[in-house]
């Protein structure tokens, strides 16, 4: 009924760390690029930002179909109250349940998937930073 409300909502808090951390990021690369400075073969890094918009892609991408695929179903409509489980309290107690047990758990496990992949991703880049040492060495 309304399990994609709880990605949502971290999508959206995800989405406000990535405006932060991305202006973060260009305040300290800023001086960086002004200087003119070579490319360092240390300063190989995934940022932090790049890092959340991966989050943000599987977040958002998820709440869209669920979204779409809840309203095909005709359980989210155009219109106030937009979600067709609040028309009853018991209704509402059902789309609490379905929102705490399954929008929590699928929540978890994209989060869970986006850190394996930023695992599998630093070690790519640590691949990466030693080949280009034993290179320059």
Known sequence: MACFVVP???????????????????????????D??????NDVKITWSK???WLMGL??????????EHFWHGEVVPFPPFLTAM?????????????????????????????AICAVAEAKVK???ASLAKDNA
């Open 127 to 129: 691949k990466i930073k």
């Open 59 to 68: 977040l958002w991408g998820g709440v869209l179909l669920l979204a779409f």
């Open 87 to 115: 028309g009853s309290p018991e209704d509402t107690r059902e789309m609490l349940h379905e929102m705490a047990t399954v929008g929590v758990s699928m929540t978890v496990t994209v989060t869970a998937v986006w850190g």
């Open 51 to 53: 890092r959340l918009s």
């Open 8 to 34: 949502a909502a971290e999508a959206i808090v995800v989405t406000a760390a990535f405006i932060a951390a991305k202006k973060k990021e260009q305040k300290i690369e800023a001086p960086k690029l002004a």
């Open 36 to 41: 003119g400075s070579k490319f360092d073969s």
